[in-house]
């Protein structure tokens, strides 16, 4: 896959690799907050705190616990952001410095096609008109692009906001030929500065990967 690094603006810190069960490799509060985890969850909570360590470590960020917060979200060392996705036997990170970048959200998916029940939650009538229009051979992977591409929007703008969203509260224009799509929100009074994002995507034969850098003002 092209690196994720390429998904974003600015200076950022990246770390991918497969799940791992590296459970000696957590700090005390780390492995109490997943001790009643089943084996997947473990593996994804794991792999996520060791590659975020090797992330900020690029940066000159000693090693630290990364215990989430009461709302589950990421809680970065003060003056970083960060993001963090995983989907079957992979994980990514990416991070940065606030001054550099502002909030990021990362989203690997597995290449596949959404069920009808799934579609009708996370596509808007206009999305679905796009894809109608798109060629026959890009259709299938469309839903889980525009899925892929709706979490990383949430992910950006909820430190910002802490506010939920539906997935047909976000509705996307995406150009395929350029790997890049518009997020804009269709809930009424939603703060100015994250109502209409941009971001990145890349496609290839095993999984999607989108990302969106909201940078400062």
Known sequence: MTAIADLFSGPVGVETSALSTADGELFPEERAFIQAAVPKRRAEFA??????????????????PLVPGPDRAPVWPSGFTGSISHCANYCAVVVARRRDVTSLGLDVEDVREL?????????????????AAQPWAIRPVLPILIFSAKEAYY????PITRGFLDFQDVELGIEWASGTFAARVLKTGWPAAVARLSGRFVVDQDRVACGVALMPR
């Open 47 to 64: 792999t996520a705190r060791i590659l975020a360590r090797r992330s900020l470590a690029a940066f000159g960020v000693p090693p630290g």
């Open 115 to 131: 069920d009808a029940s799934l579609q009708d939650l996370v596509l808007t009538p206009a999305e679905r008109q796009w894809i």
């Open 155 to 158: 992910k950006c703008q909820y």
